[in-house]
């Protein structure tokens, strides 16, 4: 048997995996290890796959992503603090067969935007949320955020967050379940291939969802932010795993259409 | 029993060492190298290629994306 050589190896007629052509060549300013750059890779490739990309609008937050646009070569809008389901609102009713998504952080989206963030699954709005849990305001500097973990220490938790100071973290996204327009909600994480896969899944059924015309696909991903937690990339994911699943736990959370929303108000108003 | 060869090419100066791609490969391929890139980062490479089965795991959890994975045709392998 004569050796192979890695050189026999890496040719082009044996490529099983390379960069998404939808990622541009611009050095992510993500910091090592960070969950952002994991799922702009997967919205890249499912842009990819579904040949979509002149048909996309991103919308980014504040937050480290605001600056996205960079990254995904596709038409963007970045919007203020937490109002990015409001801007992704108007331009998906102005161009309706266009796929819109905003992509937030959890301060973005469960803190400041609370507003925008329900009432725009309130209304079924049909677009694509995806929601980056890392339990932290990463780009300030590591303070606490709503989805902070009871006693996790950030800036303005120095003691860990408490209870009776703080009050208990948000779990945003099973108050998003309730809501009627809501048609697809789910909530996964990046931290190992096999759940990377899943949340590819996850994100390919909300842009599938959003030329279907059934109501609002939010997917939340549990996340982590090394820098702002101060734990290395490698141990932040057991962390996460130790600490934020068995409060945030993955899975589909609601699965629906828009006939099971339009059952939620059938009382008529007597005339 | 043959057994998958594949190889990976990592791009050293977009690597920040963030050790996610060693720690998910099932094969003990990679390592960070002791050298560093010029941003500072000791950058990931196959420290036992041999043991590369092509599997994409690797590239999968990468947040730079800075991972091409390559894999033999099976019926290559004696
Ligand atoms: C109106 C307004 N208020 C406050 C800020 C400051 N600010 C910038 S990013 C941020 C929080 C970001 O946290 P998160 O949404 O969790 O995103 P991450 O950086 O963790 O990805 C805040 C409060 C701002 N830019 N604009
Ligand atoms: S501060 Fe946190 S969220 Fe922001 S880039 Fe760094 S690791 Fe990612
Ligand atoms: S392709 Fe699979 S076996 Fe090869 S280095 Fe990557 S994770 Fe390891």
């Known amino acids: 048997m004569t050796a192979i050589r890695v050189e026999d190896i890496i040719k082009p007629e044996n490529l099983v995996y390379k960069k998404s052509s939808v990622l541009t060549d611009v050095p992510m300013h993500y910091c090592y290890g960070c969950s952002h750059g994991v799922v702009h890779k997967i919205i890249a490739e499912v842009i990819e796959e579904m040949g979509i990309q002149g048909e996309v609008v991103g919308i980014a937050p504040v937050g480290c992503s605001v600056m996205a646009y960079y990254y995904l070569d596709i038409d963007w809008m970045q919007a203020a603090h937490g109002r990015a389901p409001a801007v992704a609102t108007g331009y998906k009713r102005v161009n309706p067969k266009k796929y819109v998504f905003a992509y937030q952080g959890d301060g973005d989206l469960a803190a400041i935007g609370t507003a925008e963030t329900m009432h725009a699954v309130n209304r079924g709005e049909n677009i694509v949320m995806i929601f980056i849990n890392n339990a932290i305001y990463g780009m300030t500097g590591g303070q606490m955020a709503p989805t902070t973990m009871v006693g996790q220490v950030t800036s303005t938790s120095p003691y860990g967050r408490d209870i009776d100071l703080n009050g208990y973290p948000l779990k945003i996204t099973e108050l998003i379940a309730q809501l009627p327009g809501a048609a697809y909600v789910t909530r996964q994480s990046v931290h190992t291939p096999g759940n990377v896969r899943k949340t590819k899944k996850a994100i390919r059924k909300a842009f599938e969802n959003s030329a279907k015309n059934i109501g609002t696909s939010f997917i939340e991903v549990v996340s982590t932010c090394n820098s702002g937690w101060k734990i290395d990339p490698v141990a932040s994911n057991k962390w996460m795993e130790e600490n934020m699943f068995p409060f945030y736990p993955l899975g589909d959370l609601k699965d629906s259409t828009r006939d099971d929303a339009n059952t939620y108000m059938v009382q008529k108003l007597k005339k | ?78």
């Not at chain 2, 920040?16 to 190298?33: E, I, M, R, T, Y």
């Not at chain 2, 420290?47 to 033999?72: F, K, Q």
Request: aromatic share 4%.
């Open chain 2, 1 to 78: 029993m043959a057994k998958a060869r594949g190889a990976v090419v990592v791009e050293n100066e977009v690597c920040k060492g963030c050790n996610l791609c060693v720690v998910a490969c099932p094969q003990d391929v990679l390592s960070l190298h002791k050298e560093v890139n010029s941003k500072g980062y000791h950058y990931s490479h196959m420290s036992n290629p041999e043991a590369c089965t092509g599997c994409t795991n690797c590239a999968a959890v990468c947040p730079d994306s800075c991972i091409t994975v390559y894999r033999l045709k099976s019926t290559v392998v004696a």
